[in-house]
């Protein structure tokens, strides 16, 4: 952006301030165990205020609100999303709560948004824009797959802690809506025998360990960005006085993995749409 006489270019901060001005930005505030992310939405004329969760991974707009209509009925109403406002929104009344953001950001000068989840703390979407103070490093993109309606993309390799990487293309879909981490399972087997006593709970439906346990990082591969998980985030929630659930699990009867939030948590991420949607993963600052 420059300054219309002189040329000159505006300085970053003032360019980013003009651009959250036009859009929006909202809270993304943790459940417990970081289970999902929720975000205040205004809804209807006038409007009221719920809490929603931004789903990458629907494709409809879903609210708990009875004063709306009964539920299962489709309406077409207002939605404001931290400043963000969509006219003629299809909203389906039901008893559940989540946005579609991905039409959320149509109608903006720049159809994207960006998502900076936080482990145990609040977060935040973008609406429009990207922040560069929010990450650090270069932007890696890569180009989305929406042949099936998902923010679909390849990864071609990983490693668990800091062994060497292994060559394996991973089709995957990043979705705010789904908690979990879920990769091939040939790649669980080989990252829980790196696990200290870990073991596979049919009763629990996947890999638990025990509190005392410090479990390895596991990092994906993308061209020369490599995108981090610690260990930390994979330690998801307690299933026993000594024993939690593992955040990183098998894909079993999908057709592709989920990078859930134990994933995103751990990235900056940009998802760009337009007639070639674009996906980008950047580190944080500490």
Request: glycine share 10%; aromatic share 12%; proline share 6%.
């Amino acid at each position: 952006m420059q300054f219309p006489k002189s040329r000159a270019q505006l300085p970053p901060d003032i360019v980013q301030a003009i651009q959250a001005a036009s859009t929006g930005s909202v809270a993304a505030d943790p459940l417990r165990y970081d289970s999902e992310y929720l975000s205040p939405v205004d809804i209807g004329t006038p409007s009221q205020a719920y809490m929603m969760e931004p789903d990458t991974g629907s494709a409809v707009f879903l609210v708990d609100a009875p004063k709306l209509g009964t539920s299962g009925k489709t309406a077409t109403e207002t939605a404001d999303v931290g400043g963000t406002v969509v006219t003629g929104q299809a909203v389906t009344i039901t008893n559940d709560a989540s946005e579609n953001i991905n039409a959320v950001v149509q109608g903006l000068p720049q159809a994207l948004f960006t998502a900076n989840l936080k482990k145990r703390a609040l977060g935040k979407f973008n609406l429009g824009y990207v922040h560069s103070s929010e990450y650090t490093g270069s932007m890696t993109y890569v180009t989305v797959n929406s042949a099936n309606g998902f923010w679909e993309f390849t990864r071609n390799s990983y490693t668990v802690r800091s062994d060497a990487f292994v060559s394996l293309s991973i089709d995957a879909v990043a979705d705010t809506g789904t908690t979990l981490f879920l990769l091939p399972q040939h790649v669980i087997t080989a990252y829980y025998k790196k696990v200290a006593g870990a073991i596979y709970c049919s009763l629990q439906g996947g890999y638990i360990f025990t509190y005392a346990t410090t479990p390895p990082s596991i990092t994906l591969g993308s061209g020369t960005y490599k995108a981090a998980v610690p260990g930390s985030y994979l330690n998801y929630a307690p299933v026993s006085s000594t024993s939690c659930y593992g955040g990183v699990q098998s894909k079993t009867g999908l057709g592709f993995s989920i990078f859930g939030v134990i994933f995103l948590k751990s990235q900056f991420v940009v998802f760009k749409g337009n007639t070639c949607p674009i996906i980008g993963f950047a580190a944080k600052p500490n």
